[in-house]
């Protein structure tokens, strides 16, 4: 089992930055896939952000250029450095966790809001 919390949210002026955090639990976090995911209001959850196991970065769509994810394995935690924030970065933010080996194995955090006022 991982638990995963998020934290570092809030309420920012567009062209504002946010850093969220999303500590894991448990002794699987070195071989798990962690992911940044967002969900605005009438909308599907969607991928912001992946770093792997090992390292290697995935950012999509408009996150490319703006955000930065990164990952401390000493520390179990997960990182997104948000800068140029705009109104459309809107939503709440999940951590996610899959785990390599078990890939079956998805755990979700409980989710951050993060506001982007204009």
């Known amino acids: 089992q991982v638990q995963l919390v998020e934290s570092g949210g809030g309420l920012v002026q567009a062209g504002g930055s946010l850093r969220l955090s999303c500590a894991a639990s448990?002794?699987?976090?070195?071989?798990?896939?962690m992911g940044w995911y967002r969900q605005a209001p009438g909308k599907q959850r969607e991928l912001v952000a992946l770093?792997?196991?090992?390292?290697?970065?995935n950012y999509v769509g408009s996150a490319k250029g703006r955000f930065t994810i990164s990952r401390d394995n000493a520390k179990n935690t997960v990182f997104l450095q948000m800068n140029s924030l705009k109104p459309e970065d809107t939503a709440v933010y999940y951590c996610?966790?899959?785990?390599?080996?078990?890939?079956?194995?998805?755990?979700w955090g409980q989710g951050t809001q993060v506001t982007v006022s204009s």
């Open positions: 448990g002794s699987d976090f070195r071989i798990s896939n």
């Open positions: 770093i792997t196991s090992g390292g290697i970065i």
């Open positions: 996610n966790a899959r785990n390599v080996l078990r890939p079956g194995d998805v755990y």
